[in-house]
């Protein structure tokens, strides 16, 4: 199957702090990337959707100023979550699509931890 | 009442047994359907990717898709002890083409050694 790679895995650090996110698709270009956040046992929350070289889409309710997304290449995108804050503290879940009628394919997941 | 809805579990069985998780769906746009199986602590792995009705056999694994009922089945056989996991179904619509997918709740399963 697709391989994503998403670093780093846990992330504990101070309120206040940013954090950033990093997610590589290593053996396919993704047309679309999206940015999940889960609690525990409890289903995908979708955050935002984007496209390489557009601005990301943000779901409802999702601060597009708290979480910023980058998506710098057809292999690459970023979350950076600025002044974290302990209510922050989630599961964060990338995932590629390689394009139209394709399935997702998720990275293993970032841990968030703000103190 | 949610989109997909799916049995919340959490599902015990002993190894070797067969396993059925189902989810049933409002939105007759579906057209895509995906079973994902995740690990604790771990991003969902794609299992089963089928477009509109019909069963796909991919070995332990099948997956059926009834669209007259809405209703999506996995199925499990043979389980083992590594088949231990949350299964999440999820689906999207043609207008989407993949994107934008609706999950299920997630079923936890523990297959006993």
């Known amino acids: 199957g697709a391989v994503v790679s998403q670093h780093p895995s846990r992330v504990i650090c101070k309120s206040g702090t940013s954090v950033k996110i990093e997610c590589r698709s290593l053996d396919f270009q993704a047309t679309t990337m999206f940015w999940y956040r889960q609690f525990p046992k409890q289903s995908l929350m979708l955050m935002a959707t984007?496209?390489?070289?557009?601005?990301?889409?943000?779901e409802q309710g999702v601060e597009k100023d708290k979480f910023l997304i980058n998506h710098a290449s057809l292999t690459l995108s970023t979350l950076t979550v600025t002044s974290a804050h302990p209510e922050d503290s989630s599961f964060y879940i990338c995932?590629?699509?390689?394009?139209?009628?394709?399935?997702?394919?998720f990275g293993d997941g970032t841990r968030l931890s703000i103190l | 009442q949610k989109e997909v809805e799916q049995d919340p579990g959490p599902l015990s069985v002993p190894e070797g047994a067969i396993v059925s998780l189902n989810c049933t769906y409002s939105?007759?746009?579906?057209?895509?359907f995906m079973w994902y199986r995740q690990y604790s602590r771990k991003g969902p792995e794609l299992l089963m990717y089928t477009y509109s009705s019909g069963n796909k056999e991919d070995g332990r694994f099948t997956a059926q898709v009834d669209k007259s009922s809405k209703y999506i089945s996995l199925f499990i056989r043979d389980s083992q002890p590594s088949d231990s996991a949350t299964y999440l179904c999820?689906?999207?619509?043609?207008?989407?083409?993949?994107?934008?997918?609706?999950f299920g709740e997630g079923t936890q399963l523990t297959v006993n050694p």
């Open positions: 984007s496209n390489e070289g557009s601005k990301a889409t943000y």
């Open positions: 999820a689906m999207s619509d043609e207008n989407t083409s993949g994107s934008r997918l609706t």
């Open positions: 939105n007759s746009a579906f057209q895509y």
């Open positions: 995932s590629f699509q390689k394009g139209g009628n394709q399935p997702q394919h």
